[in-house]
């Protein structure tokens, strides 16, 4: 399977508690997106990644949330001293830009995504 | 402020009716993508849209991109239970923002 790959796919936490999340992207891929998700939302952009740089973050990823991407591989996503707010689906995504005549073509692919729940 | 607003929110229909969801913006975009979502998974990717104009089919879903690119609309006839679930337009926004839409949650009834 060459697809995005997130572990673990489900998380339960006591309040208080750092929690770690990982995704292995598309090899071939250089740029990585995470995103935090509520029912019956669209996805909320979290941080962008290309190659081992974090080029954006949102003003989603408090000081309690951090992510790496070391030598541009697999990422890490943790969240620290966790809250109940912070229950959600947690996803992971890579894509390859293209550049075409008309403009640059973005395409992400998702990984199946980490469930948290804070109790 | 979102960038990328989806109407409707909810729609619930009969299996075989023709619905229509629309994905609107202020901004332009490059490309645009549709996902479909279903409970407790990742979004999968339905297609793309470059051109300003462009149509494309997949299967009984028809996804037209508007001329100026700031808007793209999808189309699915015959609707079947299969359909049911949360359809996300997105794109990519500013320089390393790739956003979504608010997303269209579907409910098709046999």
């Known amino acids: 399977d060459t697809g995005v790959s997130q572990n673990p796919r489900h998380k339960i936490t006591k309040r208080g508690q750092n929690v770690t999340f990982r995704c292995d992207p598309i090899?071939?891929?250089?740029?990585l997106y995470w995103y935090r998700q509520t029912l019956g939302q669209g996805p909320e952009f979290l941080t962008y990644f290309q190659n081992e740089a974090q080029l954006e973050k949102s003003r989603l990823l408090s000081d309690r949330f951090s992510a790496e991407r070391p030598k541009g591989s697999f990422s890490t996503l943790e969240i620290q001293r966790t809250e109940q707010g912070d229950s959600a689906m947690y996803l992971c995504?890579?894509?390859?830009?293209?550049?075409?005549?008309?403009?640059?073509?973005?395409?992400?692919?998702f990984g199946q995504g980490t469930r948290l729940t804070v109790v | 402020t979102q960038l990328l607003e989806q109407s409707p929110q909810f729609l619930s229909i009969q299996e075989g009716e023709n619905l229509t969801v629309y994905c609107n913006s202020s901004?332009?975009?490059?490309?645009l993508q549709w996902y479909r979502q279903e409970p407790g998974e990742g979004p999968v990717l339905l297609v793309t849209?470059?051109?300003?104009?462009e149509v494309k089919k997949l299967k009984r879903l028809t996804f037209q991109f508007g001329d100026a690119r700031k808007d793209s609309s999808l189309h699915i006839t015959a609707a079947q239970p299969g359909d049911t679930g949360l359809y996300l337009c997105a794109g990519e926004w500013g320089t390393y923002k790739y956003i979504f839409g608010t997303g269209t949650r579907l409910k098709v009834l046999a």
């Open positions: 849209v470059v051109t300003g104009g």
């Open positions: 901004s332009v975009f490059s490309s």
């Open positions: 995504a890579s894509s390859l830009r293209v550049a075409l005549g008309t403009g640059d073509k973005t395409e992400a692919f």
């Open positions: 090899s071939e891929h250089n740029r």
